[in-house]
């Protein structure tokens, strides 16, 4: 072909493919898309499976309902178990060995720390050595966390909330938000001593965070201090102009956990868990969230506003596909979910992707089949052939183009919402993604029909960051960062298109069930 003759070539392809997803959003009453996407689509080949039957609208409000009520990463983490468990999915301890517990066709998850988990789901032809499929994003969100002593004096008659930023937080999208709290409270029995946790989620804003006007001139325009400037107000107290104000103990050091807390935040927090002896509360990890619930928007209902989405929404994805991905396919493999938290702040936590959380859960698997095998034996050699079959989507969201900022993109890398999940490169190693992990993700693409966009960032720009490379370096396995759309990253407030969790679901599923025949093609490349 000519260059011309090349350029049309894909225009028609594009165009075609991109149909289809218009007439998905027509059954929705949704207008049709602006012009296409950049895909890295290839034509379809004979014998590959069509996208007819697979409705990405259908997770739109079920995504809306699940970002909304579980704000919190133990929320999500909590909410995620509850789902495997529904679905016959049975609990791991890591302090138990699991050598007698895993059996083929087995359906099994584990959590660390409460804020991380990895589900998997066993073929029933699996063999020790065969490959893992596994798709891995983190859960963590950007956020305000309550200090370890949150208790404030107050001052000039407002309650206020000792909160440090959590990655990004506290940046200029947090003023004059309603926030809500939530996160998760130790409690001890007084009569058993046993310490347990329990979620907790107040039903309405606690907290804002006032700008101020701008009459007040240069004093309102910042830069601004998120020490002294961005302290959340919590209440009104003026007690101390009515001489009502209760003195401060004489102790000079707190005796309790709770004393180092607002006490009405303490009184508020064990009503609502019913907790009648504020003293049984050792310790909590609690944090701001932006209250307003999820939904959709636009002339056509396209968009969906909501907090959170970074990296929620791929996660959300990803465990959608591993329920949905039936036992028949890719039966001689293992399929496999991760979701990881810290990875805002680096990842170096024990629950976090460069953690040995992964890592010991592949050893273990290997392990506990390989006992069941006569013909081999479980040992370093083992744990690498089944590295070497097994492969990793890096799944974290990925810019959307913003139509006011088309110069901060680079011409054909701009990724749009509701078209599909957008593969992510970096020629400085910031993501995984490579020749051949572009060339296996666009293989199970194909074969599901999904299409394909490209993300990569312009040369004077800088680039974020995923698990992709942390993984992928640890562990020695093959790996694409992939991830959904969506506009105003680290925002409180983020935007991501009404049919892009579906598709992220298409996509991780068509993984799933397509892997194990798609590396049949890739073997005789270096793993």
């Known amino acids: 072909f000519s260059e011309r003759a090349t350029i049309d070539f894909w225009t028609t392809m594009t165009r075609l493919r991109v149909s289809e997803l218009q007439s998905s959003i027509s059954s929705m009453n949704l207008s049709e898309p602006q012009p296409q996407a950049t895909p890295i689509m290839a034509p379809r080949q004979a014998g590959e499976v069509s996208s007819s039957g697979f409705s990405p609208e259908a997770y739109t409000q079920p995504f809306i309902e699940f970002i ?31 050598t007698s517990k895993l059996e083929r066709g087995g359906k099994y998850y584990l959590t660390r720390n409460g804020s991380s988990l990895i589900s998997f789901h066993v073929g029933k032809e699996y063999k020790s050595g065969n490959g893992i499929a596994i798709i891995g994003g983190h859960v963590d969100a950007v956020t305000a966390k309550l200090k370890p002593v949150a208790k404030l004096p107050s001052k000039a008659g407002y309650r206020q909330l000792g909160v440090a930023p959590y990655a990004g937080a506290l940046s200029s999208t947090w003023w004059d938000r309603d926030l809500g709290i939530g996160g998760r409270v130790f409690i001890k029995d007084p009569s058993t001593g046993v310490v347990t946790t329990k979620l907790v989620k107040l039903g309405w804003p606690i907290a804002r965070i006032p ?24 209440g009104v107290d003026n007690s101390d102009l009515f001489g009502t104000s209760e003195p401060e103990p004489a102790a000079s050091k707190p005796t309790m956990f709770v004393d180092t807390q607002p006490p009405k935040l303490v009184e508020v927090i064990s009503k609502e868990l019913g907790i009648s002896d504020p003293a049984q509360i050792i310790n909590w990890e609690l944090e701001l969230f932006d209250s307003q619930p999820a939904q959709v928007g636009g002339l056509d209902k396209d968009l969906i506003f909501a907090g959170r989405i970074d990296d929620k929404l791929c996660c959300y994805a990803a ?22 938290d810290a990875e805002e702040i680096g990842s170096l936590l024990r629950q976090g992707a460069r953690s040995t959380y992964l890592s010991s859960v592949i050893e273990r698997i290997v392990e506990a089949f390989a006992a069941t095998n006569s013909d081999v ?38 990724p749009r919402l509701n078209v599909g999940v957008a593969i992510s490169a970096d020629s400085n190693g910031h993501m995984a993604t490579d020749g051949t992990s572009t060339s296996i993700l666009q293989e199970v693409a194909n074969r599901c029909g999904s299409t394909l966009q490209v993300f990569h960032i312009r040369n004077d720009s800088r680039s974020g960051g995923t698990i992709g490379p942390m993984t992928s370096a640890q562990l020695g396995i093959r790996t694409v960062d992939a991830g959904i759309p969506q506009l ?12 892009d969790p579906g598709l992220g679901v298409k996509l991780f599923k068509g993984f799933l069930d397509h892997f194990e025949e798609v590396d049949k093609a890739f073997r005789t490349l270096d793993s």
């Open 68 to 98: 909304s009520n579980n704000p919190t990463t133990y929320h999500a983490i909590d909410w995620f178990s509850k789902q495997l468990e529904a679905r016959g999915y049975k609990r791991l301890s890591e302090r138990d060995t699991w």
């Open 211 to 234: 700008t101020l006007a701008p009459h007040f001139g240069s004093a309102a325009s910042g830069p601004f201090n998120k020490e002294t400037q961005m302290v959340p107000i919590v």
């Open 319 to 340: 465990h959608e596909a591993l329920l949905a991905s039936p036992e028949s396919t890719s039966p001689g493999l293992i399929k496999m979910v991760g979701m990881f």
């Open 377 to 414: 034996s479980y040992g370093p050699n083992l744990v690498s052939q089944t590295i070497a079959n097994s492969f990793l989507v890096s799944s974290d969201v990925i810019h959307a183009v913003n139509p006011n900022f088309l110069n901060a993109y680079l011409e054909n890398h701009a």
């Open 488 to 499: 105003s990253m680290h925002s409180i407030r983020a935007t991501t298109g009404s049919l």
